[in-house]
Every structure is written in C-alpha cells, then in structure tokens.
C-alpha cells in the first residue's frame, strides 16, 4: 500500500504478454493440479473449487493471523496453516540423516506440505512491515497468501457504494449531533462515541470477511463536527451573542444563561403580559447633584446603582432603563418567573435594608480624591423611594427601526411610577398597589396606608406599605394605632381619626402626614365634607 505496509497481495504479473502467477498462486494450483481461470472484469480468480476475491490489477486483501487460530465457519481451534522453522535446523537434520544420526526435524510431518524459503536477518534486507509486526520477514507475505488460499478465508473490500454511504451517515449524524451539543464536555464524548463507531464498524467488517476503511471516515466524522460547529458559531452562535448582548445588561446572569438555552421562550415582539413593575428614585437627588462635581456624581451613581441592579437581578427582575437616579425594572419578561409580585417586593425590602447599611458611608464628608474601592461619601444621607405595581401591560421591542428598547408599556406601569411619587404624600419610601399586595398572597405584611387619587386615573387605588416581619413585629402596636385612625378617616370622623393619628405622629412618619391632613378637614366647614370618600388626590406626578 502506499505507506509500504503489506496488506495486499499480487496474484498476477504480466511477462512478454502472458499472465504469470505469483509464488503463492503456483503453489496453490500446482497442489491442486487445477488450472488457473483468471475472470478480472468480474473481479475473480479461480483455482479448482477456490474462488479469490481480486481487484482489477488481480491483488487480493490478505489475512493475516497469529498460530492460535479459528475454524471461520465452525469456530473450532484448527492448527496454523503455516509455522516458522529455523534453517539451520533443517542443515542440522540434514546431515544427522547422512550420517545415520537422529535428526532434529522429522521428515515425515513435512510430507505434502507447502515449503517456503526466506530469510529473516535483518541484514539480507528482506525484513517487510504488515500489519502485525513492522520487520517480519518478507516470505511471511507469500506464506499468509498461501494460508488464505488454501483456508478459503478472503477479505474483500467493502463495495465503493457502501463505502461512501457509510461515510455519508457517519457525517449527518456527527454533523446533526453536533448541532445539538450544548456543551463542550458533550461534544468531547460525541466525538469519541463515534470515532468508536468507526472503529467498530471495522472490526464487524472484518468478522464477516470485509475491509472497511477507517482513515476516511475518521476524517469525515472530524469535517462534520468542525463544520457543524462553525455553523453553529454563524447561526446558534450568532443568536446566542445576540441574546447575551441584548439582555446581558437587562438581567441576571442566570437568566441569560436560560435564555441561551431556551431561545424558543424567548419573545422579542411585544405581548401582553402581567409584569410587575417598579420605579425608584432619591430623595432630593436635584440638590444632591447640583453639590458634586461631575466625577464625585458619576462615581457615587456607579456605586449606587450597582449595589440596587445587584439586588434586583439576583431575584430575577429585568433592568428597564436608567434615568439619571432612577431605577425602572420588572419582573416576569422575558422569561417567566412564577412568584413576580413576592420577588418583586422581595428586592425591594432587600434595596431599602442595603440602603440603611450604606447610608453612613454615603453621609460621609466628599473627598477630595477618588480613593479606590471605598464607597463614595456625598455628604448626606441618601433616601430612595420605590413604587410598585402588578398588571398586565404590553411588554417587548419599542422604538423607531433603528433603535428600540426592551420595556413595558401601559396604564399599570404608569401607575407603578406614581406610586414611587405617592411616597411624599405618606412620608412613605416603599409602597405597593393593592394588586401587588393582593398578588404576593401574604408573603410580607403590609400596612394599608390610604386610597389615592393619582393623576391620570379615574379610578383610586389603594396603597399599601409592605415590611419584613421582624420591622412589623416591632411597630405592630402603631400600626394598629394607624389602621384604627385610616377607619376613622374613610367614615368621615375626623375628630377621632385626629386623635388616633395623633398618638403615634411622632414616631411615625404616615401618621403625621395623616394628622396634618384630619387638621387641615377639621379647619373647613363640616357640609364641606358631605361627599366625603376617604380619597388623598395627588396634583403631581
């Protein structure tokens, strides 16, 4: 073959015109006193009742074997058709017999057999690579032709059809298999798998008698799954960069891991959905702002929103948008997330908490310089106020044709941001509609703080003030006191909803603001209030 390894063999050679046999073709004809018929266009030769499988060029595959070997159609052990014997041992019993002594060969167990002669050092150069021992000696071809002829037992190539069939199948499926392996560990053992396919085929091939080539279809298997990667990388790839890039900022890590691999849950037209929403922003950032330099502004903004995104993500909300201070995000799109109201009051609460622990560190005097990795101080304390709100709003890919957003539109998210502007009315800095109260089913305990009248809506709404339990437990006592005072209110008894307020006013910022309210009624005339409704109108956004 063309790496010089001995695998097939040449029954036939032409001399002056004539087709000659080859040594182990003679022998095999000259025992069986057969003649030769040479049928090359059916790819065959004939010898007695032997039939050898060749090629056009009259080679055949040979088979090699150890001495231990099998009967092909029984299984049954059968003695080597050939052994090695040394030359100097037949010299050796030569001349034991001329002399009248013992040989060390009997010549008898050699009486009609096939003798071949080679040698075997190494410096006569006869010694020939096949593919059981790279230096065997060159005569080992010529005597496993011969075994093969008189045992019958012929290789055949596997038919060119079958061949690039084989390949074809092996390709598509490692192709196909590719496609699909979403990780690269997966890959690794696809790849594996089926270059142990390869070599399975072959070696089935060769227990029923048939060569099946190993090199190409390797390759092939390697071609497919390198090309089926790079269409990956063009398509799948593409799309994943596409969605990693789309909402890496938008959401959690996880999330976009999620959508990765689930693109199918993914929808980048609008729907209409039940979000819920939530808006923050800082108390009197306009001030704030106005007493730091550009880059005092840009650091502490860094810092801040990073400690409030951090949060949210880690519950699975989707990061809307910035503007300036404020925080718009949501939860449920674009993946669904099954407890959005819990989650979405869940970070919340988990904002304010963090903002109670960084509030020293903020109030700290400016410096003068950046110091690396020290939170920013800004002077001041920093209060944030948070509104959310459960809906059903349209939610997806907003925009002109060449630049959109992710976001939500409707009349629930409106209401989410008035909320987070409601908070001044109640001294309040989180506060939630009663649909999100009512949707999270118990999850925190809230306070009702009111109804209000927001701008843009004909319909009130009642707002609620949710709070971990240990914060509940603690100010349960005024918050009953404030609950008593808010019945009061919505029946129009102003003089006792006055003193029930005005119990707690001092320690609590809702029940001052209430107070100031009932003073305020008290102060007009009492047929002022006949159409009385418990409603606070807000005139501002």
């Not at 790079?230 to 990693?244: D, H, L, M, P, Q």
């Amino acid at each position: 073959d063309a790496d010089g390894v001995f695998r097939r063999y040449r029954l036939l050679v032409t001399h002056q015109g004539e087709p000659m046999p080859t040594l182990a073709l003679a022998a095999l004809a000259a025992s069986l006193d057969e003649e030769i018929d040479i049928d090359l266009g059916r790819g065959r030769i004939r010898v007695g009742d032997v039939v050898v499988p060749v090629d056009d060029e009259g080679r055949f595959l040979l088979r090699y074997t150890t001495p231990e070997r099998s009967d092909p159609d029984t299984g049954d052990p059968v003695p080597a058709y050939h052994e090695f014997v040394p030359a100097f041992d037949v010299v050796i019993s030569g001349n034991n017999l001329l002399l009248g002594g013992e040989p060390l060969i009997d010549p008898a167990d050699y009486e009609g057999k096939h003798i071949m002669i080679g040698p075997s050092a190494a410096g006569l150069l006869d010694l020939r690579p096949t593919p059981l021992n790279p230096r065997a000696p060159g005569v080992t071809a010529h005597a496993t032709a011969l075994d093969n002829l008189l045992a019958g037992d012929f290789l055949r190539d596997l038919p060119p059809v079958v061949s690039v069939v084989l390949i074809l199948l092996l390709c598509v499926g490692a192709a196909y298999a590719a496609t699909y392996a979403e990780r690269t560990v997966a890959e690794i053992l696809l790849i594996i798998g089926f270059l142990a396919g390869v070599v399975g085929l072959a070696i089935g091939g060769y227990l029923v008698n048939f060569w099946v080539p190993m090199v190409v279809p390797m390759i092939a298997v390697f071609v497919a799954v390198a090309s089926a990667n790079v269409a990956n990388y063009a398509t799948e790839g593409a799309e994943k960069r596409f969605i990693s890039g789309a909402f890496g900022t938008y959401v959690s890590p996880a999330l976009v891991d999620q959508l990765i691999e689930n693109p199918d849950r993914l929808s980048l037209t609008g729907e209409r959905k039940e979000l819920t929403m939530f808006f923050s922003d800082i108390q009197g950032f306009t001030t704030l702002s106005e007493g730091l330099r550009p880059e005092q502004l840009s650091e502490f903004l860094t810092h801040y929103l990073t400690e409030l995104v951090t949060i949210i993500q880690d519950e699975n909300g989707t990061i809307d948008k910035f503007e300036g201070d404020a925080i718009i995000a949501f939860w449920n799109a674009p993946l669904d997330v099954e407890d959005h109201p819990v989650r979405g009051v869940r970070a919340a609460l988990a904002c304010q908490r963090r903002l109670i622990e960084l509030r020293p560190e903020y109030a700290k005097p400016i410096p003068d310089a950046p110091t690396e990795g020290a939170i920013p101080g800004v002077g001041r304390d920093i209060f944030t106020r948070m509104g959310l709100n459960t809906a059903t709003v349209s939610v997806g890919n907003f925009g002109s044709e060449s630049r959109f957003d992710y976001t939500a539109l409707g009349d629930g998210m409106n209401l989410a941001a008035r909320l987070e502007g409601a908070n001044k009315q109640f001294g309040t800095f989180l506060m939630i509609s009663e649909n999100t109260q009512r949707a999270m089913n118990g999850a925190f305990p809230t306070r009702e703080l009111g109804r209000l009248q927001v701008v843009g809506r004909r319909e009130p709404v009642t707002v609620f003030e949710p709070m971990l339990q240990e914060d509940y437990d603690v100010r349960a006592e005024a918050i009953h006191d404030y609950e008593e005072g808010l019945q009061f209110w919505y029946n129009n008894r102003m003089g006792e909803a006055e003193k029930a307020f005005a119990k707690i006013a001092e320690a609590d910022r809702p029940a001052a603001r209430m107070l100031d309210a009932c003073r305020r009624l008290l102060e007009e005339p009492a047929d002022s209030r006949t159409s009385w409704s418990g409603v606070v109108s807000l005139t501002e956004k």
